[in-house]
């Protein structure tokens, strides 16, 4: 893995953490607000914000689908992970490993201590 595939792999963890706490804290907060208090001003701000962090962890996976050459199948389930409330935390824990041993891989290659 070179270090443009683990910048994006670092990018898509940063993304994942606030996109997987966004749907259980801004949505059922917003909702919990609306039912509880009748004020429903919060809904669409919190889903907006919600929405867009969506949106930037699907293309920021698309990009390390694009780079890593991941199979269909890894995305798929990184995408399911993106859906379910606190899924995101379990796949930064992935995205975490693989960062890592992709980095130290590519500065063993850097520094000439392993054949690639």
Known sequence: MDIKTATALHRLRLASIPEALSFPALLIFGTG?????????LVMPLGIIH????I?????LLDVWNR???????VA?????AVLP?????GDRILKRE???G???ARARKEGTVNA
């Open 33 to 41: 607000f609306r039912l509880a208090l009748d004020y429903d001003k």
């Open 51 to 54: 929405g867009v962090l969506f």
């Open 56 to 60: 930037i962890y699907v293309v920021l």
């Open 68 to 74: 890593a050459k991941w199979p269909f199948k890894r």
């Open 77 to 81: 389930l990184f995408f399911l992970l």
């Open 86 to 90: 606190f899924g995101g935390l379990f």
């Open 99 to 101: 960062e890592q041993a």
């Open 103 to 105: 980095v130290i891989a």
